[in-house]
T-cell receptor, first 113, second 115 residues
Framework: AQTVTQSQPEMSVQEAETVTLSCTYD???????LFWYKQPPSRQMILVIRQEAYKQQNATENRFSVNFQKAAKSFSLKISDSQLGDAAMYFCAYRRGANNLFFGTGTRLTVIP | NAGVTQTPKFQVLKTGQSMTLQCAQD?????MSWYRQDPGMGLRLIHY???????DQGEVPNGYNVSRSTTEDFPLRLLSAAPSQTSVYFCASSYKPSSYNSPLHFGNGTRLTVT
């Protein structure tokens, strides 16, 4: 079985500062994909960033980057220069096979003006 | 450009009633799936389909049925609603089932309350 753990139910960050959200996962597979999704109050699920397990280079999308540590099964999300619009629930997700995602329980991020 | 459309947005049912949550996509996606989101539990996969005529169970399939008679539609049926099925339901689709470059497109969700 594969499980995804987000140990921080809530986090807060000052506007313009940097915050890191943690995610660990459990798998016996060597080939898989990892994702971070953002869910604002509108309930919409928005893909933030994705990482292929066979790539050692950490993915980056503008102000969002990941620290992927395959041996430690860790996949943290760093948000730089935080903006008010970054306030949301963030979900870490693991994918194997078809396109089925296994999600963590989420981290609620508050951005303080 | 509709994307993934879920109806209804909100629904209240009494215990024992049945209903169908509708999901339609206009992107010719092969893969479609249903998730439920509960507080403190993230999203959990109910059922999925990798093409018309093919469906399979996810993590939490009990109490739900699906069918995939067309590429566009993937309805989720609650056979006899129970309070434990109170949740927010998301439909998601993607172009190719196993392709990394096919991100999931989510609908806007249906909030279901069973009393």
């Amino acid at each position: 079985a594969q499980t995804v753990t987000q140990s921080q139910p809530e986090m807060s960050v000052q506007e313009a500062e940097t915050v890191t959200l943690s995610c660990t996962y459990d798998t016996s597979e060597s080939d898989y994909y990892l994702f971070w999704y953002k869910q604002p109050p509108s309930r919409q699920m928005i893909l933030v960033i994705r990482q292929e397990a066979y790539k050692q280079q950490n993915a980056t999308e503008n102000r969002f980057s990941v620290n992927f540590q395959k041996a430690a099964k860790s996949f943290s999300l760093k948000i730089s220069d935080s903006q008010l619009g970054d306030a949301a629930m963030y979900f870490c997700a693991y994918r194997r096979g078809a396109n089925n995602l296994f999600f963590g329980t989420g981290t609620r991020l508050t951005v303080i003006p | 450009n509709a994307g993934v459309t879920q109806t209804p947005k909100f629904q209240v049912l009494k215990t024992g009633q049945s209903m169908t949550l509708q999901c339609a996509q206009d992107m010719n996606h092969e893969y479609m799936s249903w998730y439920r989101q509960d507080p403190g539990m993230g999203l959990r996969l109910i059922h999925y389909s990798v093409g018309a005529g093919i469906t399979d169970q996810g993590e939490v399939p009990n109490g739900y049925n699906v069918s995939r008679s067309t590429t566009e539609d993937f309805p989720l049926r609650l056979l006899s609603a129970a309070p434990s099925q109170t949740s927010v339901y998301f439909c998601a689709s993607s172009y190719k089932p196993s392709s990394y470059n096919s991100p999931l497109h989510f609908g806007n969700g249906t909030r279901l309350t069973v009393t």
